[in-house]
């Protein structure tokens, strides 16, 4: 698995259509516990070269109930993005994630993952691309007890969807004491 993520983040695919280059953010290991799938590294996460080393970061792991330390500690968390690197800059956050990323490179690193327990879909991209195509992602949110153990959908939790989080406050009230639940029960085998 060491060598297929070294080739991941040695991708230059769709370089021609990055404004900063290639720098593909991927990582965890075969015992990884939890994976998450999320849209696209931010233009910090690229300037950094470590994931959810942002915002965005900080609000998931609050959502997650844990540490920095515990975060990055890849036999308990990867990342998988659905497309690799920063695509750019949009209105208002950033462009959709590359549409080449996932279809070519996901199934070959899930495949090498031997103990995940959970795999976490944040944002909209990642619960069409893994849940639904129709589905509103609010739908997919409210109804995640429909796709455990598998699966845990998510909105993203960028500073810019702070008005979805307004106009449904029973994300933070109900589901995230349930996800907080659900990852420290999956992280207490250790």
């Not at 996460?45 to 844990?66: M, P, T």
């Not at 308990?76 to 800059?89: D, N, Q, R, S, T």
Request: charged share 25%.
């Amino acid at each position: 698995m060491k060598d297929l993520l070294q080739e991941v983040r040695q991708c230059t695919f769709c370089e021609p259509h990055l404004p900063l280059g290639a720098n593909p953010i991927v990582s965890g290991n075969e015992n990884s516990k939890i994976i998450l799938i999320s849209q696209a590294p931010g233009r910090v996460v690229h300037e950094s070269g470590i994931a959810w080393q942002d915002q965005s970061g900080k609000k998931l792991r609050e959502w997650l109930g844990v540490d920095t330390t515990t975060f990055y500690n890849e036999d308990h968390f990867a990342v998988l993005p659905m497309g690799f690197c920063y695509p750019g800059k949009a209105k208002t956050g950033d462009l959709p994630p590359r549409k080449e990323c996932a279809p070519l490179w996901h199934q070959a690193v899930l495949k090498h993952f031997k103990n995940v327990q959970l795999i976490i879909l944040i944002g909209a991209y990642a619960n069409k691309y893994y849940l639904s195509k129709n589905e509103k992602l609010t739908d997919l949110v409210k109804n995640y007890q429909d796709v455990l153990p598998k699966y845990f959908p998510l909105p993203h939790p960028s500073p810019v969807n702070r008005f979805w989080r307004m106009k449904n406050l029973w994300f933070e009230e109900e589901v995230v004491p349930q996800l907080q639940k659900k990852v420290k029960e999956i992280l207490k085998e250790d």
